[in-house]
């Protein structure tokens, strides 16, 4: 797994994010995305993308594959850039801070937000070994036979955020949905611990209680949380 150091984007020059642009147009129709190609996206001459392209597969942020033809294709890393830079631009991300959280699918850090609030930083990640029945298994692909991991994590996250939005404005206990780009959401941080941590209650009555509310409160609304256990 490529470590995610964001230091990196520190010293990006638009020239270089031009072309990982140009790599994530170029995916929409290829696999991997042929040198050519991604010089023409970029509108830059061959021997100039040719040294932006050595500069970010060093940073491992683009993937080389020769084996039919010379490419490039965005690791996770690349996309993630791409995704942080876009919160930058809109004024929402100031700063990442240390990761507090990793799941099956996903990557959750700690984030300052433009205002100087914590935030939550959630990326999802599809295609982790332990969870690659994914496709088979949710409707993220609809009519499409095939699909790269980065496109499902991006349909996995524009989900989630819908659905967090929608709970959020009909009053469920949600965190405060502030913006999704691409394969990441960015969300307000709740002060809590994860149920799963919590070793003895003081009213067990009164939370098993809240909790059936909850899942009555759901249903009312035609949805059915398949997944209610401590963990979630």
């Not at 982790?128 to 996250?157: G, I, Q």
């Amino acid at each position: 797994m490529v470590k995610f150091d964001v230091g990196v984007l520190r010293y990006m020059t638009k020239e270089e994010f031009r072309v990982l642009t140009a790599v994530e147009m170029g995916m929409k129709n290829h696999e991997v995305v042929p040198t050519k190609l991604i010089c023409q996206i970029a509108g830059l001459k061959k021997g100039g993308a040719q040294k932006l392209i050595g500069n970010l597969h060093r940073n491992k942020l683009i993937y080389h594959d020769a084996k039919k033809y010379d490419g490039y294709r965005l690791t996770y890393l690349g996309y993630d850039f791409l995704a942080l830079r876009a919160f930058k631009a809109r004024g929402k991300l100031k700063a990442v801070g240390n990761q507090i959280g990793v799941g099956k699918e996903s990557d959750i850090f700690l984030v300052l937000t433009t205002d100087d609030q914590e935030a939550v930083l959630k990326i999802h990640r599809l295609g982790r070994v332990s969870f690659r029945a994914v496709k088979n298994k949710r409707d993220y692909l609809l009519h499409r036979k095939n699909a790269s991991w980065l496109y499902m994590s991006r349909l996995a996250a524009i989900r989630e955020y819908a659905y967090m939005n929608a709970l959020y404005k009909h009053g469920f206990p949600t965190p405060t949905p502030i913006d999704v780009n691409r394969h990441c959401i960015l969300m307000s941080k709740v002060n809590a611990i994860p149920f799963s941590q919590v070793k003895s209650l003081g009213d067990p009555g009164l939370v098993y209680t809240r909790m059936m509310n909850l899942i009555v409160r759901l249903a009312e609304h035609g949805l059915i949380h398949c997944d209610f256990n401590e963990f979630n």
